[in-house]
């Protein structure tokens, strides 16, 4: 028996590393990423502030300055805090580890953010998966029956979710909430709030079991890596338990502080993405063959006749998307598309009428 079969877990072994494709000299549409930058004037400013940051310290780990300004900015309700996480990943990972009791479950619909399961499975938790119906809402039947028989100790629900970027029904998710009850906690993942205008944040104290998690990643700062989530403070209160004291660094925090200053520009940037949403779907939609699923994310989900060759041709005219055809049965011949600037979409929509037409 080798090194690697004597320490490393078998379904360790078994797993295949998160695979990132390298975009260098691509239009990159395939991570949901904010195509905008800050101002000329305010990244000088920023980079000054960055400068002055003493490296050579540890982060104060409470983090009470940048959590107070992204209550004050991203309106959560007043007597609630939060768990700051080093990106989403992070925080789906502390809620793993906090609720990994022996012969614990995590539920979720799929297609859906494979993290979800991933993480599940490291802490040695059980993943069960619930498909959603042909047109990507919740099967809300399958969902309590599962919840009856499994009684998952986290369900996850992602609003908007990927792949498919759809809104699940809110009734719905009440009431998978509520089924739920005190057996488990629901995870409300809004990491693209900024495309949706909706949110459950304004009801979690309504619900003692609820948590809303979000990433400012998709807000334009993917690269600082930052995440936080909210919940009652009884349930925040043993998450932050398993939390490392000093998960996000001292650049993370000034570059966040500083942008949530300029809150403005980021609305301003997600204005601008969504009504290149609406543009780029209408004419997706012209397109013979071609079929667009409502989004309301920063992505559009997109089914064509022979994704295989549609991705290939696309490589070929350097413009990098996501084939996620092979993720799930429902997504058969399906594409992600990140809606970019209207230079980049447009780049993108003239390689892939090319693309179809080849």
Do not use: W
Not at 155 to 170: C, I, Q, R, S, W
């Amino acid at each position: 028996m080798s090194l690697i079969e004597h320490i490393i877990r078998p379904d360790v072994r078994a797993l295949s590393a998160y695979h990132v494709q390298d975009a260098q000299g691509f239009v990159k549409l395939d991570a949901m990423e904010n195509p905008y930058t800050l101002p000329p004037a305010l990244l000088a400013e920023l980079g000054q502030q960055l400068a002055d940051v003493a490296m050579n310290r540890y982060p104060v780990p409470s983090y009470t300055s940048l959590k107070q300004k992204i209550c004050a900015t991203q309106s959560v309700p007043a007597g609630f805090d939060l768990v700051l996480g080093n990106g989403s990943d992070e925080l789906i990972a502390i809620l793993s580890i906090a609720c990994a009791k022996p012969g614990a479950k995590v539920l979720a619909p799929l297609p859906g953010f494979v993290m979800y399961a991933m993480s599940a499975r490291l802490a040695g938790m059980e993943f069960i998966g619930v498909d959603l119906q042909a047109d990507f809402s919740l099967d809300l039947p399958a969902m309590l029956a599962a919840i009856a028989l499994h009684r998952p100790a986290i369900t996850y629900l992602a609003y908007p979710n990927n792949p498919t970027g759809g809104l699940f029904d809110p009734a719905d998710m009440i009431e998978i909430i509520r089924a739920v009850g005190d057996t488990g906690v629901v995870v409300v993942d809004e990491a693209y709030q900024p495309f949706a205008q909706t949110s459950f944040l304004p009801r979690l104290a309504e619900f003692p079991n609820l948590v809303v998690m979000r990433t400012f990643s998709k807000l334009g700062l993917a690269g600082i890596r930052l995440g936080y989530m909210s919940a009652s403070p009884a349930l925040l209160h043993e998450f932050d338990k398993v939390r490392p004291p000093y998960n996000v660094n001292v650049l993370t925090q000034t570059a966040a502080e500083f942008v949530l200053r300029h809150t403005d520009i980021l609305d301003q940037q997600a204005a601008l993405l969504r009504a290149e949403r609406s543009r780029m779907r209408a004419a997706l939609a012209q397109l013979a063959g071609v079929e667009v699923f409502d989004s309301a994310a920063n992505f559009l989900l997109l089914r064509v006749p022979d994704v295989d060759r549609v991705f290939a041709r696309l490589l070929e005219h350097k413009v990098l998307v996501k084939n996620v055809g092979k993720m799930h049965a429902l997504l058969r011949n399906c594409l992600r598309i990140t809606v970019s600037t209207p230079e980049e979409n447009s780049l993108f929509f003239d390689a892939f009428v090319a693309s179809l037409a080849s």
